[in-house]
């Protein structure tokens, strides 16, 4: 990050866990795909049924989730507490 002044600022230590926290909850949806699609390519062999496979086991439980994540960070954004404002809109 860059001041007005065009110096280099350290990142503040509430942008770098959030930024942690964001790779988590993405990690998190990753593995359990991957794994459902490692799971069915184990068994058949097929890269693209076990793609497909993955997708259709997860996606809703997935799509889910994330709905989760929006409605609780739209909910952060719209309090009136300043900390869970500015934590909502630096996740989105």
Known sequence: MTSTSGA???LSEATTTISHQRSALSMDHHVFLLSRIRERYAQTGDNQEAVVHGI???GRIITGAALIIVVVFAGFAAG???MFQQFSNRLR
Do not use: F, K, L, N
Request: hydrophobic letters at 45%.
């Open 8 to 10: 280099m600022q350290p």
């Open 56 to 58: 259709a086991a997860t």
């Open 80 to 82: 009136q507490q300043v």
